[in-house]
């Protein structure tokens, strides 16, 4: 059964740092470019950063210099650390595992930036 698991949500003050894990479950987790997403209320999805399968790295322009994606192939986690969080980074963030054939989402955690 394919399963994603993101945890490592919170509330945190401005400044501040979290770290989401996701904790894949999707048969050879290095066949998948593994993405987080974010939805805030009233808005749509979007796309925060992704790492592929080779380990090439892109980021949406808002968490340029501040998110970090990693992927670590042994444990079948993708990571994305957050830093310098600011109020409109509060949203909820999805992991995303993807390939030619699959599209996988997580069920999302909640993180709230607010002093």
């Known amino acids: 059964q394919v399963q994603l698991v993101e945890s490592g949500g919170g509330l945190v003050q401005p400044g501040g740092s979290l770290r989401l894990s996701c904790a894949a479950s999707?048969?050879?987790?290095?066949?998948?470019?593994m993405g987080w997403y974010r939805q805030a209320p009233g808005k749509q999805r979007e796309l925060v950063a992704v790492?592929?399968?080779?380990?090439?790295?892109t980021y949406a322009d808002s968490v340029k210099g501040r998110f970090t994606i990693s992927r670590d192939n042994a444990k079948n986690t993708a990571y994305l650390q957050m830093n310098s969080l600011k109020p409109e980074d509060t949203a909820v963030y999805f992991c995303?595992?993807?390939?030619?054939?699959?599209?996988?989402w997580g069920q999302g955690t909640q993180v709230t930036v607010s002093s």
């Open positions: 790492i592929s399968t080779r380990g090439s790295t």
């Open positions: 999707v048969g050879i987790f290095t066949n998948y470019h």
């Open positions: 995303n595992a993807k390939n030619v054939w699959y599209d996988y």
